[in-house]
């Protein structure tokens, strides 16, 4: 049965290597920048292939010479078509872009790992001035309980005084009491 269609998804051999070809127009796109550029010097070739493939599916499902050319002729204006058109601009435009915010965000990326880089490298002053705190607050908390324990020793021996106090002053009543009896 004749659809029409040749296809054309099966590798083609250029210079001895195997180049898969898209399924369809729209899966161009999913070419990588790099090689859009270079569809434009293939179209000779493509034409010629698709020459032969149609000589071959001619033979194959026994299209007239008629039929053949015909679609020979529709290749060749499609071809032309795509030759006057500006190959891809769009696509190159969105590439453009893209390679652009791709370098916008690259330079962001540096610019983060400078900064990073740079914090980590006052790592170890900082960690260093902790350690100086960390020492001159332990040498605070030691002088802290120090001054707290002489304050409860100041305490006890307040205490003690006081009570030494309260004796002498029991001691001093009872006497002055028996004297001025």
């Known amino acids: 049965m004749n659809t029409g269609v040749l296809p054309l998804n099966k590798p083609l051999s250029i210079s001895g290597s195997a180049l898969p070809l898209p399924t369809s127009p729209c899966s161009l796109t999913f070419l990588v920048p790099s090689h859009l550029s270079l569809l434009p010097c293939f179209t000779v070739f493509f034409l010629s292939e698709i020459n032969?493939?149609?000589l071959y599916y001619g033979e194959e499902h026994e299209l007239s010479p008629k039929e053949v050319s015909e679609k020979l002729v529709l290749a060749q204006k499609m071809l032309e078509e795509i030759r006057r058109r500006q190959p891809f601009l769009t696509q190159r435009e969105l590439?453009?872009?893209?390679a652009d915010e791709a370098h916008e965000l690259l330079s962001q990326a540096e610019s983060w790992q400078r900064l990073h880089n740079e914090t980590r490298t006052?790592?170890?002053v900082v960690l260093e001035q902790l350690d100086d705190y960390n020492a001159?607050?332990?040498d605070l908390q030691e002088a802290l309980n120090q001054a707290l324990n002489h304050v409860r020793d100041a305490e006890d021996m307040n205490?003690?005084?006081a009570a030494r106090q309260r004796d002498h002053?029991?001691?001093w009543t009872s006497t002055t009491?028996?004297?001025?009896?």
Not at 95 to 98: C, I, K, N, Q, S
């Open 136 to 138: 001159k607050l332990s």
């Open 95 to 98: 590439v453009g872009e893209e």
């Open 52 to 54: 032969n493939k149609m």
């Open 159 to 161: 205490r003690a005084t």
């Open 177 to 181: 009491n028996a004297f001025q009896a």
């Open 122 to 124: 006052l790592f170890p």
């Open 169 to 171: 002053e029991v001691q």
